[in-house]
């Protein structure tokens, strides 16, 4: 129900613009998260979007570089990436949901397959 693209490799301080695409579910009453995944480490949360009113949260740790966006009439959510670093490496997730705390994983009902994205020179 959920599909994510648009990953790749970048070097660092590029730009990457990632998909999620819904289907089977009324998009536009979901809220939308993005999470991410490095080798070794936990799913951590990225950024999120409210279904009624569009309200934007962002992790500290990409707050001003990335920009989470929907298109209700393609059932499409963007999340543009810019100033990209090394360390944003990880496997990306979109996921959706009506969370109550928007950065946990439990919150979210419906999970897409996850796009590699790759920072390296």
């Known amino acids: 129900q959920l599909q994510a693209s648009g990953g790749g490799l970048v070097q660092p301080g590029g730009s990457l613009r990632l998909s999620c695409v819904v289907r089977?579910?009324?998009?536009?009453?979901?809220?939308i998260g993005w999470f991410r995944q490095a080798p070794g480490k936990e799913r951590e949360w990225v950024s999120y979007i409210s279904g009624g009113d569009g309200r934007t949260l962002y992790a500290n740790s990409v707050k001003g570089r990335f920009t989470i966006s929907r298109d209700n009439a393609k059932n499409t959510v963007f999340l543009q990436m810019s100033s990209l670093k090394p360390e944003d490496t990880a496997v990306y997730y979109c996921?959706?949901?009506?969370?109550?705390?928007?950065?946990?994983?439990?919150?979210?009902?419906?999970w897409g397959q996850g796009t590699q994205v790759t920072v390296s020179s």
């Open positions: 089977g579910l009324t998009f536009s009453t979901h809220a």
């Open positions: 996921a959706a949901g009506w969370p109550s705390i928007p950065a946990i994983e439990s919150e979210y009902d419906y």
